[in-house]
C-alpha cells in the first residue's frame, strides 16, 4: 500500500514562493511514475508536472519555467518547487503515484494514477 502525505501549501502574494512536499517511501519514490496534480472546484483535475523513474520530467506548458519537480530518494519525498506564483495557480495541489509495475515515462494524464494524497491547498493574491 501506498501512503502519500502532503505539506507546503499556504497564502502567498502574487510573485511569491512555495515548496510542496510529498512523504512516502524510498522504493515508492524510486520505482513508480510520481506527479502533481491541481484542481479547483468545479473543474477537472489538470496535470502540473511528473516524473518517472530516470528522473525525466514533464511540465505542463502554464507553468514551465516557474515550476520544478523533483525527488529526494534519501528522504523518499516527491517535491513540487513553485516560483513567480500567480492567481491562476490557487488550488488544491496533490501528489499522485502510478502504482503499476513499470513506469514507461512521465505522464500528466490523470488516468494513469491510482494512488493520491489528501491535497494541500496554494492560495496565491494578487
Known amino acids: 500500500q501506498v501512503q502519500l502525505v502532503e505539506s507546503g501549501g499556504g497564502s502567498v502574494q502574487a510573485g511569491g514562493s512555495l515548496r510542496l512536499s510529498c512523504v512516502s517511501s524510498?522504493?515508492?519514490?524510486?520505482?513508480?511514475?510520481l506527479a502533481w496534480f491541481r484542481q479547483v472546484p468545479g473543474k477537472e483535475r489538470e496535470g502540473v508536472a511528473a516524473?518517472?523513474?530516470?528522473?525525466?520530467?514533464s511540465i505542463t506548458e502554464s507553468v514551465k519555467g516557474r515550476f520544478t519537480i523533483s525527488r529526494d530518494i534519501a528522504k523518499g519525498t516527491l517535491y513540487l518547487e513553485m516560483n513567480s506564483l500567480k492567481p491562476d495557480d490557487t488550488a488544491m495541489y496533490y501528489c499522485?503515484?502510478?502504482?503499476?509495475?513499470?513506469?514507461?515515462?512521465?505522464?500528466?494524464?490523470?488516468?494513469?494514477?491510482?494512488?493520491w494524497g489528501q491535497g494541500t491547498q496554494v492560495t496565491v493574491s494578487s
Open positions: 499522485a503515484v502510478d502504482g503499476r509495475t513499470w513506469c514507461p515515462g512521465p505522464s500528466l494524464d490523470v488516468s494513469k494514477y491510482n494512488y
Open positions: 524510498r522504493y515508492t519514490v524510486t520505482s513508480y511514475c
Open positions: 516524473i518517472d523513474t530516470r528522473s525525466s520530467t
